[in-house]
């Protein structure tokens, strides 16, 4: 992985985080909403994985916003 890459993903969880903790959820809450691991979710805010477009179509729904609001970064 490139070094660009990388700071997309860190930007990526960064707003993913700061949505998460507006919205008052915790990673199980937002889990218990999509069909996505909580262990993934926090993955996802650390910047360790790649999340694919299924992915960020269900973390919206978890989160209850558009999924054009997870790539507002």
């Given at each position: 992985?490139?070094?660009?890459?990388?700071?997309?993903?860190?930007?990526?969880?960064?707003?993913?985080?700061?949505?998460?903790?507006?919205?008052?959820?915790?990673?199980?809450?937002?889990?218990?909403?999509?069909n996505?691991?909580?262990?993934?979710?926090?993955?996802?805010?650390?910047?360790?994985?790649?999340?694919?477009?299924?992915s960020?179509?269900?973390?919206?729904?978890?989160?209850?916003?558009?999924?054009?609001?997870?790539?507002?970064?």
């Amino acid at each position: 992985m490139v070094e660009e890459d990388k700071i997309y993903l860190k930007k990526f969880g960064e707003n993913l985080e700061r949505i998460k903790k507006e919205k008052n959820l915790s990673y199980r809450k937002i889990a218990a909403n999509c069909n996505i691991e909580f262990a993934d979710i926090k993955r996802y805010v650390d910047g360790k994985i790649n999340p694919t477009l299924l992915s960020l179509a269900d973390l919206a729904k978890g989160l209850g916003i558009e999924p054009k609001e997870l790539l507002d970064f």
